[in-house]
């Protein structure tokens, strides 16, 4: 048998110290036997839980270098497969509830109930960001993550005060957290090593004219959702005027859910067009216009109750014909893929009641939680896309063994190939696995691992003493 995937995820990985290094191999093996469970749980008795503790506490140890072997691992996936690579970053912010929060930091100032004056009571939310970037295949298949960085804002109050006056649009990148977007483009380009297959996705808060100029430096692709009304062609229009004049080249229909679950269907008006987009005035001596495409779809007959869809996004890939413009709006709905993984990690990971006491600490266990929700996300992919995949690659032997008998006899028939055993995990967490049913998700998948970790361990303990000769 080859690498587990706990030997994959962490071989790129040296934390300087070969304790280190195999107390992280040991901790993620942990975490993803028992997902979402609490860390004195998922590392059974005090003296792991303590020398986790003392892990995550380490100076020596970064959320950096805990992600530094999957990065590796996300790379050797990306060279084994062929075509294009999206890219899709997003922001997660992370909230805890501390006595002294400001060992953590805030991320923003919330406004709550009204008080008796009429005024509202405003109060700060302590916790972390993070700002990841995960590498897809075009089918959705998660190839794993390709850059994270983790930050608090160090001045817990008077956060307000902080804020300058200015135009924003004329502040440079480097001293605004934007340039995260940046950052994690080059990264996640360079470990990529192709970056002509990299498709750059990114929402609203994505659209930044210092990243078009990026992406034509590192020779990657962006298709981001358009945020500003830039100007366009010889300065004295907008990218939304010369839209405005452009006929709808069709349809196109997207599938999506809302928030509370409900499944809809829009109808969307396709335009699109190539043009000369201008940089902010501010910086029209430091950035050059630059030759893009823009597409904006925007839903036909929206229902009563309901924001219509209107997607406006901006590209540096080539858009000839309505089926190319559809095309990159089915890449851009991949996007949801990274809420996804966000929902996971929250969710599954429970990283929220995590009781570490600073931001260091908490940005390091979240590092090794990030991998734990990788996995559950493409094992839910791998699923559908390569159903026939060798089942010993994910599975021990233990729990092939235990997945097979804790399958209902109508449903143990061969093939027993690795969807078999996915949709036996889902089943072990609540998935009914009817005919009618949509492929098993990865919140059962996870709650299914935890219950599948407490069956390997009850046999462990179940089984019988090796008799004895004497």
Known sequence: MGQSWVEAETAGCDLGDDRLNRRLGAMLEALGEHPGKSLPTAFQDWSNTKAAYRFFSNGNVREDKILEGHFAASALRMQATDGPILILQDTTEFSFKRSAPEKIGFTKVSTGRKLHDGRHRKHTICGLLMHASLAITPEGLPLGLTAAKFWSRAKFKGADALK????????????????????????????????ERCVHVGD??????????????????????????????????????????????????????????????AVLSVRYTTMTVRPPIGKQRQYRQQDLQIIHAEELNPPEGRAPVIWKLITNLPVATHADAVHKLEWYAKRWKIETFFRTLKTGCRIEELRLATA??????????????WRVSWLAMLSRETAGAEPAAVFTDAERHLLEHATPDRKRKPPHDLDFYVRAVARLGGYLDRASDAPPGTTVIWRGFSRLADLVEGARIAKPPPETYG
């Open 204 to 265: 609203r808060e994505s659209d930044i004219y210092e990243l078009y100029c990026l992406a034509g430096e590192l020779g990657t692709n962006f298709l981001v959702r358009s945020c500003v009304d830039r100007l366009a062609e010889d300065g004295a229009t907008t990218i939304s005027k010369v839209m405005a004049q452009v006929q709808s080249s069709g349809t196109h229909e997207v599938r999506f859910r809302d928030a509370q679950g409900k499944d809809h269907c």
């Open 360 to 373: 260091d600490r908490l940005a390091n266990c979240i590092a090794l939680c990030c991998v734990v929700a």
């Open 164 to 195: 300058r006056k200015i135009n924003p649009t004329r502040v440079p990148i480097d001293q605004k957290e934007s340039m995260r977007w940046l950052d994690n483009l080059r990264l996640s380009t360079e470990l990529a090593g192709a970056p």
